[in-house]
DNA sequence: TAATTTTGGACAATAATTGTCAAAGCAAAT
DNA sequence: ATTTGCTTTGACAATTATTGTCCAAAATTA
């Protein structure tokens, strides 16, 4: 088990990948089919990201969707717990929870 | 760090609660001001039980409240994960990330 | 300064959640 | 079998949240 520091939120993420590029919003925001100002929110963390984006956002960047979705998701369980006294706990039990889950379907 | 085995769901839980002291939706539901297929519904986990459901629930039935908490939002968290491939992988960077936000506001 | 990019606010349209009610289903009696 | 009390289900309007879209103000770059 190993730790990919991985402490940049979902926008920051993807405003990097696509600043290392040297590409305008306008741009990328084209090819996913959005507004430009909707990616701009998307970036800052100000709006949801569909299934969609995020393939597609993959896809333009040639990055692995999997990870990208970690990002995605995980990032939106941080802000979820970000004010619980006790996230981490809650996330412990979680685990347990869907390892059992898991466990039953096999 | 301890493994409470914590298997059943938040749901499944209250009622199992309200069961072993033989009272009926209607009690329970008068005591929290909501509507007995409401309470009905969260029993079967079917509808959101709000922070101060919560609150009164522990009280109710004598509990910490934080623990209950704690059941609820890990179950919420099950949820939406339990369709994702790598809904552990995901929890393990939320926990990442959780603790490096509580680390900076330290 | 002009051109381009980025941001923020507004808004209607759509979707999700909530509170509430009524009817139906169920079980245990009597 | 019918009543009685408990539980479940589906429906519905009302509220709240999210989405897609546009525009104009800021900020950045040339």
Redesign the pocket.
Known sequence: MMSKKNNTSFGEYI?QL??DRN?????IAAEL?????????I??N???A?EQIIEKLSEIFAIDKADLKVRYLSDKITYQLLDEEDGIEILKVAEQKIKYHKQQQA
């Open positions: 405003r696509r600043e590409l305008p919003l306008r741009k089919d959005i507004d430009t100002s909707t990616l701009s929110k970036e800052k100000e709006r949801n569909s």
